[in-house]
């Protein structure tokens, strides 16, 4: 095919590879060079002012904003304008900038929380410019504060002699420093009492692990031990492997309750059981830190009989995140559950903004990690990264606790598993695809077990999670083996780029370390995808993958066009932050 020309300037180059009958693509400037300076280049196009016209002024729109000369004037990007605007045409203008953004709503890609009822969002309206570190002026909310934290210390099963103390966060990534900032002074502290040398510390955590442990342990100067992972492990951390890594230096180990992968749940009781065995041996202690930056808020409701809180004896402190996940409205709750097509407005937290570490017993948390503030007349206690934070996020998780109560967190959790297995199944039975996730297999995997007979018997509840394998609303999935076999030619991550032209937010990544050569496609699924939602998905990704077994397609070539060049890939690729 000849090259096709858009302007004298940009040109289209489209090879075809005899070989594979593959596209070969490149967009080429021409002439040199081959950067063009975009500004410069709209700034020659403008028509030109008379000069008696041109003299600096304030401009005031007394009309529509895109009528105004504001329409029309350079807005300054990188420097601060010498003069104001309206505060209507200010909002216009980054209104607009912000529409070129994805829609959250169809942005399968993030953890995050994408809608909060009315009254929740007026409460945070009315509270957003209370700052949470000033406790004397805010008495109310710092109170709000503290039940927040009683309330989920006990929704994690603390013990009854145990006196529990958390804080709110900026998210779990503050929360996961806080968690290793205090296993590393404890663990300093039991060295230096022993007379042993203490500036050797390491921490072990799976490869899967989110990128914020590999902050803690970079920022905090703790040495990383990442234990790999495979397809043997089910992509996330084996308690046995772990063991391998373990010394007398370690501070800890951290546990992840739902792998941004794939939403598995890794072993925290089996891990707990191998460390007892470990301090019996050696006499050294080594704790355990549990990442529930998604899990926190699932594994109570949909799990309420498992065991990976602090109702395990060495599990010292746990992190969540307050704006993933469950924590928004139900429509009806005396609506049945079979009735999943019917809109569900929420099941994630908080607006993005929120995390929480708790710690089990008050003893866990170093005093050398409490400051003792004088300010503003008060005497004030923090044990935070941050000092100044905004208060609304916590008002607005008080309020989802009352709104929701144990059984509206439970109903909208089963929802979400329920329509993510929908969504696994449909995947596996286009024959194009196998998910890598687990929530939609039997538990343990044996349909001749009890359970697996329960699941056959027309009179269980076959939407109950406890059927099924342990883990997030996640689904993870790739090509098929006869997919691939069939159609060598086609590149999994193309999916990523013909979905995003239907507006859906579907990443396509390497699975973690060791494992990379595994390319996997995520959805997540949260409070607004009913069952039509997951329909229409369903269609787009069906319509996508065929579109790509021709060669030669305009699909292929569109795929083709947007595609990045392998080499820019880094060698460790980290799923997105939630």
């Known amino acids: 095919m000849s090259d096709q020309n858009f302007s004298d300037q940009y040109a289209l180059e489209i090879r075809w590879d005899a070989s594979s009958g593959l596209p070969r693509s490149r967009i080429l400037i021409v002439p040199s060079p081959l950067i063009v300076d975009t500004e410069e280049l709209v700034a020659k196009c403008k028509d030109l002012k008379h000069r ?12 529509g904003v895109y ?5 029309q004037d350079d807005v300054p990007k990188y420097e601060i304008p010498t003069t104001g605007m309206s ?3 200010a909002y216009q203008i980054m209104h607009d900038d912000l529409e070129l953004d994805g829609t959250p709503s169809l942005n399968f890609a993030s953890f995050v929380h994408t809608w909060m009822p009315p009254e929740g969002e007026k409460l945070m309206v009315e509270n957003m410019y209370k700052n949470l570190a000033d406790q004397d002026e805010y008495p109310a909310t710092v109170e709000i504060q503290e039940r927040c934290v009683s309330i989920i210390a006990n929704l994690w099963k603390k013990p009854k002699d145990c006196k529990a103390i958390g804080t709110a966060t900026g998210g ?3 929360a996961i420093m806080l968690g290793g900032l205090a296993m590393k002074k404890r663990w300093q502290a039991a060295r230096q009492a022993a007379g042993k040398e203490n500036f050797h510390p390491n921490i072990v ?28 492990t089910r992509f996330c951390m084996s308690p046995q492997r772990a063991m391998e890594y373990i010394d007398e230096n370690t501070i800890g180990v951290m546990v992840i309750l739902g792998s941004t992968y794939t939403g598995v749940f890794e072993n925290v009781q089996e891990m707990s059981d191998l460390l007892d065995e470990y301090e019996a041996k050696t006499g050294q202690h080594v704790p355990i830190h549990v990442d529930a930056a998604s899990g926190g808020f699932i594994a109570p409701f949909a799990y309420p009989k498992y065991k990976w809180a602090f109702d395990v004896a060495r599990v010292q402190s746990i992190n969540t995140s307050g704006h993933k996940y469950i924590m928004g409205a139900f429509p009806d709750f005396r609506v049945p559950l079979l009735m999943i097509g019917y809109p569900v407005y929420r099941f994630g937290a908080t607006p993005v903004g929120l995390g929480w570490i708790i710690w089990k017993d008050v003893q866990y948390l170093p005093k050398e990690l409490i400051f003792e503030l004088h300010y503003l007349g008060n005497t004030e206690y923090s044990f935070n990264l941050n000092f100044s934070r905004p208060a609304a996020p916590v008002i607005a998780q008080m309020f989802n606790f009352l709104n929701l109560g144990f059984e509206g967190y439970q109903r909208l959790a089963r929802i979400d598993l329920t329509n993510a297995r929908i969504l696994s199944r449909a995947l596996e039975g286009t024959g194009y695809y196998k998910v890598v996730s687990e929530i939609h297999l039997p538990y343990e995997g044996a349909m001749t077990s009890t359970i697996g007979h329960a699941l056959e018997s027309a009179t269980t509840d076959t939407e109950d999670p406890q059927y099924y394998r342990r883990g997030l609303p996640v689904v993870s999935f790739r090509f098929s083996d006869e997919f691939k076999q069939e159609y060598p030619w086609v590149k999994q991550e193309w999916m990523q780029t013909l979905l995003r032209v239907k507006q859906w937010i579907v990443p396509n990544y390497a699975l973690p370390p060791n494992a990379q050569d595994i390319e996997i496609l995520r959805v997540v699924v949260r409070e607004n995808v009913s069952v039509e939602l997951i329909h229409k998905l369903i269609e787009d990704i069906v319509e996508a993958t065929q579109s790509l077994m021709k060669k030669g397609t305009e699909a292929m070539l569109l795929a083709t066009v947007s595609e990045k060049s392998t080499d820019d890939r880094t060698q460790v690729v980290y799923s997105k932050p939630c």
């Open 52 to 63: 008696k016209h041109s003299a600096k002024k304030t401009v005031r729109s007394s009309g």
């Open 67 to 71: 009528a105004a000369r504001l329409g």
């Open 205 to 232: 955590f799976g490869s899967n692990a989110q990128v914020a442990l590999e902050k803690f342990a970079r920022y905090f100067d703790v040495e990383m031990r990442l234990v790999p992972v495979d397809e043997s």
């Open 172 to 174: 779990s990534s503050e």
């Open 87 to 89: 505060a209507k045409a």
